[in-house]
Each structure stands twice: as C-alpha cells, then as structure tokens.
C-alpha cells in the first residue's frame, strides 16, 4: 500500500488550499480514508475521515465548516478542501487509511497504513 499526499503549501489567513492523496495497492471499498495533523510540539490529531462508500463523514470540532472531506474511490483517492485557514492550521496534513466498511473513526491508532506528509503553513 501507498499514499501519496500533496497540496500543502503557504497561505494567508482566510485563504484555501485543497489536499490530494493518491492510494495504491489496496481497494478502496474495504477502507475508510482519514487526514490527519501534527503541529509543531503537538500531538498528531484527527482532523478529518470519510467512510469507505462516501456516506459517513467526521470532523475535528475546529475545523468544521471550513474543511471538506471527499473521496473518490475510482481514484483511490480522498480530498481535502480547506476553507478561512487560520494560523492554528499550520501542520504537516497526513492522510491515513484502514480497513472498515460503512464508518469511521478519528482514532489514529486504528490506521494501518499512512502517508508521509504534506505541510500547511497559514500566516498571520
């Protein structure tokens, strides 16, 4: 298995950013897909996960309203649309998958395979 995330760059406070992570080696309609964060002395958490049809979604309670996830399993791909970035989303963004059918978690020990990173920076 291999996820590749990209998308990540510098934006200003209230811009957008929209992540990609590509997946190989796996069927994605075995797997829910996930973003995850670690800021800078900070635990990683979950920020956002979509089930493996589509159908079920969850976010981290700050990012709700501003991030969409999505996915699209012809690709075996997940999106994540980023929306009024502030300062305090500045992190390297993780996508992650496992193996479930019809839900999700934001649990990170529940992931089996991860992507390497890609890093948001949102200034002041």
């Known amino acids: 298995v291999q996820l590749q995330a990209s998308g990540g760059g510098l934006v200003q406070a209230g811009g957008s950013l929209r992540l990609s992570c590509a997946g190989s080696?796996?069927?994605?309609?075995?797997?829910?897909m996930a973003w995850f964060r670690q800021a800078p002395g900070k635990e990683r958490e979950g920020v956002s996960c979509?089930?493996?049809?589509?159908?079920?979604?969850d976010y981290l309670d700050s990012v709700k309203g501003r991030f969409t996830i999505s996915r699209n399993n012809a690709k075996n791909a997940v999106y994540l649309q980023m929306n009024s970035l502030k300062p305090e989303d500045t992190a390297v963004y993780y996508c992650?998958?496992?193996?479930?059918?019809?839900?999700?978690?934001?649990?990170?020990?529940?992931?089996?395979?991860w992507g390497q990173g890609t890093l948001v920076t949102v200034s002041s």
């Open positions: 080696g796996f069927t994605p309609d075995f797997y829910a």
């Open positions: 992650a998958i496992y193996s479930v059918i019809g839900l999700c978690e934001l649990d990170d020990n529940e992931y089996e395979y």
């Open positions: 979509v089930s493996s049809s589509g159908g079920t979604t």
